[in-house]
């Protein structure tokens, strides 16, 4: 797991690193010395090299000022800009001829909007990147992103490697943030994080080798089934996507459940369909919700997880049959689409189940759930809503975010946006029960789910992605995880621009 510290967990970390002994000054001189060595990889070398610094005020310039002096003593022609200076032709003429700028304006800790003098200063580097093919490497985080959330609220730096030093921020990995960081490298500069470092992170390939478990010699289909509830009228292709990612993550066993000839029209594949009483309605009823409970109404139930929701609609019966589901069902339960349209205002039903919950709004559904929009701060979004309901939240996004009732967060490093397509969430939803179902815990299924589950639409690898590709591409995913353990930081940046 790549650590992640919000900006005011930053500055505790640094004040007890300076409490406990070692100077301000000493870190800083690291800090300087490290970008200096990073800008001398980005340029492959020294000799005829020339570089501009730009240096605001407070601890990011005196990194930048640093690093300029570092790199100076190795030879390299330095410009230093100030950012309290004045935007004139000599200035351009200073940045135009570098091969490398470093911004060193704003840190972690910046808010609001550029403007004034660093805005056309952040105009200049953007276009001396772009028409000379100048590199950009920013300082912690590129000036005119929030460290906390990655918005940005006006001009912004667009780094081609960002160095930021003892963890990473969450800036970095959120939209908009991530896609102005470039790649990212941690900087070891001897900053004590403490246990702050175990409340946030971004899940690595590694991680999620680890978390699947190898299928015991002796064992039978049952010891790993799935059961999906889901169909209505014209709407049974989102529960038979979930039923077959459920079977490509690994269940031994998937029954579908759909209400009336749904059951059916959806059979023939490895997929059990098993028809629900519907009195006629084509829709999931109460009548239906009677007969599952006979099912998964029990702790010993021979099914390890329940998937509710993909295409289930939205019927006045089929909301009341949902929430009589919610409240019986005793295994894990991960609750999706029009699933968790039904739990609305009652965050006290989801709170009370005996077995773990994972909901897995996309932002439209978040602010149904909740009553208001996700806001900048995905990752408080999250959490918040976690504790509301006491479920594993999996808000998903550009960079999805997994929140545990405790307050643990993991981002997903992983995905493109070839899975803005219908039904590619069903697929998601399958991917989580299956892992429940082999064992993994709610929070550990969920953040396994997103990794393999974005890993799979990259295998994919095309803007004409369907979500019915993607089964097949986790099955893939699964076995290269397995096969090489997660790799070395499968899921950092460099990974995903590879």
């Not at 909007?113 to 985080?141: F, M, N, P």
């Not at 009483?277 to 006979?294: F, I, N, Q």
């Not at 979004?381 to 976690?386: E, S």
Request: with cysteine; net charge neutral; hydrophobic share 45%.
């Amino acid at each position: 797991m790549i650590p992640l510290l919000t900006p005011d967990e930053m500055r505790a970390a640094d004040a007890r690193t300076i409490a406990a002994g070692t100077p301000e000054a000493t870190l800083m001189d690291r800090a300087g010395r490290a970008i200096a060595w990073q800008v001398r990889r980005t340029l492959g070398g020294t000799y005829g090299r020339h570089v501009a610094v730009v240096c605001g005020k407070g601890n990011n310039g005196g990194d930048g000022r640093i690093a300029a002096a570092v790199l100076d003593g190795w030879g390299v022609h330095v410009e230093l800009v100030d950012l309290d200076g004045s935007v004139n032709a000599r200035t351009e003429r200073r940045v135009a001829r570098a091969d490398c700028i470093v911004d060193a304006m704003f840190g972690t800790g910046f808010r609001g909007s550029i403007d004034g003098t660093a805005a056309e200063l952040v105009a200049l580097i953007g276009s001396v990147r772009s028409k000379a093919g100048a590199r950009v490497v920013a300082v912690d985080i590129p000036s005119g992103v929030d460290g906390l959330t990655g918005a940005t609220r006006g001009p912004a730096i667009t780094a081609d490697l960002t160095v930021t030093f003892a963890a990473a921020k969450p800036g970095l990995w959120l939209y908009p943030g991530r896609g102005h960081a470039g790649t990212v490298t941690v900087a070891d500069i001897g900053i004590a994080l403490g246990p702050d470092t175990r409340r946030a992170g971004v899940v690595e390939g590694s991680d999620v080798a680890g978390w699947l478990r190898p299928r015991p010699s002796v064992t039978h289909k049952w010891q790993s089934a799935v059961l999906v509830v889901g169909g209505s009228a014209g709407m049974t292709g989102a529960p038979m996507l979930a039923s077959r990612a459920a079977m490509r993550a690994g269940a031994g066993m998937v029954w579908a459940v759909l209400p009336g000839d749904a059951a059916r029209r959806a059979s023939g594949t490895e997929v059990i369909t098993r028809s629900l009483s519907d009195e006629g309605a084509r829709v999931l009823t109460e009548a239906g919700a009677v007969e599952l409970c006979d099912l998964v109404g029990d702790s010993s139930s021979r099914f390890g997880s329940v998937v509710m929701g993909p295409g289930l609609g939205r019927h006045v019966e089929t909301i009341a049959a949902v929430r009589t589901l919610v409240a019986c069902v005793a295994v894990p339960l991960v609750l999706d689409a029009d699933g968790l349209a039904a739990v609305a205002g009652r965050f006290e039903m989801l709170a009370a189940r005996p077995a773990p919950t994972v909901l897995t709004p996309h932002d439209g559904e978040y602010a149904g759930l909740r009553g208001a929009a996700v806001g900048d701060d995905r990752p408080d979004a999250a959490r918040g809503l976690a504790a509301e309901t006491q479920c594993v939240v999996l808000l998903k996004g550009p960079t999805t975010v997994i929140a545990a009732p405790d307050g643990r967060v993991t981002l997903n490093p992983t995905g493109t946006p070839a899975l803005a397509t219908a039904g590619t969430g069903d697929v998601l939803s399958g991917i989580i029960g299956a892992f429940i179902a082999e064992g993994m815990n709610a929070f550990d299924a969920a953040a396994a789910a997103a990794f393999v589950h974005g890993r799979a639409a990259q295998r994919g690898g095309h803007t004409g992605l369907l979500a019915g590709d993607l089964p097949d591409a986790v099955a893939l995913v699964l076995h290269d995880l397995v096969e090489h353990r997660g790799g070395a930081r499968s899921g950092d940046h460099r990974g995903l621009e590879a």
